[in-house]
């Protein structure tokens, strides 16, 4: 399975990006990370296969939503009242089996990883 983040980019502080990523397959569970400079990569949101159960990081719960689209096999995240602290290269990530009861928030729960965007808010 390939996958292809979008929709990185530029915007200040407070605004919102929507970032999408294409899946060549199906896919089981999805999630976003993202890795700041310096910093390790951590865990942003995850969602079942679904699409019911969705599951955020503390930094972003409540401002970001992660979505999907089983029949354009893509996932979604809509980042709103962003800060100067997401700024970071964002990846989206699969796996192609599991259980729909488990929240998969480790970067070794997926399989598959697309390339990264870079996301840069402004303050």
């Known amino acids: 399975v390939q996958l292809v983040e979008s929709g990185g980019g530029l915007v200040q502080a407070g605004g919102s990006l929507r970032l999408s990523c294409a899946a060549s397959g199906r896919t089981f569970s999805m999630g976003w990370f993202r890795q700041a400079p310096g910093k390790e990569r951590e865990f942003v949101a995850t969602i079942s296969w679904s699409g019911g159960r969705t599951y955020y990081g503390d930094s972003v719960k409540g401002r970001f939503t992660i979505s999907r689209d089983n029949a354009e096999n893509t996932v979604s995240l809509q980042m709103n009242s962003l800060k100067a602290e997401d700024t970071a290269v964002y990846y989206c990530?699969?796996?192609?089996?599991?259980?729909?009861?488990?929240?998969?928030?480790?970067?070794?729960?997926?399989?598959?990883w697309g390339q990264g965007t870079q996301v840069t808010v402004s303050s």
């Open positions: 990530a699969a796996r192609l089996s599991g259980s729909s009861y488990i929240f998969y928030l480790r970067m070794s729960d997926y399989e598959y």
